[in-house]
């Protein structure tokens, strides 16, 4: 299992480190830190069109009770998509094979998004690798359809074969990485001046590199049809939501374009064992938005269960 540094210094202003290592593929990981004798350790997922440096404004938190890991899944980040299936069931395994290679012990998943989905999946198929499963906005099914009309548009152009990759090429072609970055941020928050400038900077960093990375709109729409053949049959992705047996925290801003409130509260009353954290005026992504509520919030939950989440301290 040869593993090497990352192409690109992304997260030591944050306290991290990048690495690559073969797993069926070269897979992108960024490694906080932190004891292995204490806490579970704790991976973060990130979502559609995301990275690692989703997570870096809190997984700094967490790292003088738990060994924090961030994965790029394929086809994101630093880990390439190009000839390998980047749906979110892939996806799934690809977290798994990470878990028992790099990680080695059962974890606490924190997944956004795209990668809530992706831990849902694991923490049911792999229960023996998570210790407890946090969903911050997590892809659900939506009662009422997109009720934001551009995200519905954007969707249905992803879902359509040849205009989906029309869209994405003259949107890679026309756009700088500065403007599709900050694009990203005015979908994803409430409010876009909540954005960290240091985090911008990166992410523009991330998107000029990942121009010279063939095939990401491929890699890009086939997670985007993937998550939404998910969704489309509700019922079934509904039940295994219900059979995850460990502790679930769910995080949601009630503002969130992409995952209305609605389907948030739905999920929430259909797992009334679950806990929840519903946040006024914040979007898809309160761990970049509000990451110190997330970083308490997360903390006190992880407290709170310490006996079911198998710390040793």
């Known amino acids: 299992m040869a593993t090497t540094p990352a192409p690109l210094d992304l997260v030591s202003a944050w306290g991290g480190t990048g690495h690559v290592t073969e797993l069926g593929g070269p897979v992108h990981w960024a490694d906080f830190g932190g004891p292995e004798d204490d806490g579970p350790p704790i991976v973060m997922v990130h979502g559609l069109g995301g990275s690692h440096l989703n997570w ?14 961030a994965v790029d899944q394929a086809g994101f980040g630093l880990t390439p998509g190009t000839g390998r299936d980047t749906s979110v069931h892939a996806n799934a395994e690809l977290v798994a094979t990470f878990l028992r290679e790099i990680v080695g012990a059962p974890a606490v998943l924190v997944g956004n998004s795209m990668g809530g989905m992706v831990s849902s999946i694991v923490a049911a198929r792999h229960p023996e690798l998570v210790r407890g499963l946090v969903l911050v906005d997590p892809s659900v099914p939506i009662p009422r359809g997109w009720p934001d009309p551009k995200v519905a548009l954007t969707f249905g152009l992803y879902a359509t074969p040849f205009l989906g990759e029309r869209y994405m090429e003259q949107m890679t072609a026309r756009t700088s990485d500065r403007k599709r970055v900050q694009g990203v941020i005015d979908l994803c928050f409430a409010d876009p001046s909540r954005a960290d400038p240091a985090v911008v900077d990166a992410g523009v960093v991330l998107a000029a590199h990942r121009r010279g990375i063939p095939g990401q709109e491929k890699a890009f729409l086939g997670a985007a049809r993937s998550l939404m053949r998910v969704l489309a049959v509700p019922a079934r992705y509904r039940d295994l939501l219900r059979g995850i047996r460990v502790p679930v925290l769910l995080i949601h801003g009630e503002v969130d374009r992409l995952v209305d409130i609605a ?7 259909d797992n009334p064992g679950w806990e929840t954290t519903f946040y006024p005026g914040v979007g898809h992504t309160p761990q970049l ?13 992880l407290d709170d269960h310490r006996e079911e989440l198998s710390w040793t301290a």
Do not use: G, I, K
């Open 56 to 69: 870096v404004l809190v997984a700094p938190a967490f790292t003088d009770h738990h060994h924090v890991y």
């Open 263 to 269: 389907a948030a509260r739905s999920v929430a009353a």
């Open 289 to 301: 938005e509000v990451p110190d509520l997330v970083t308490e919030r997360l903390a006190l939950w």
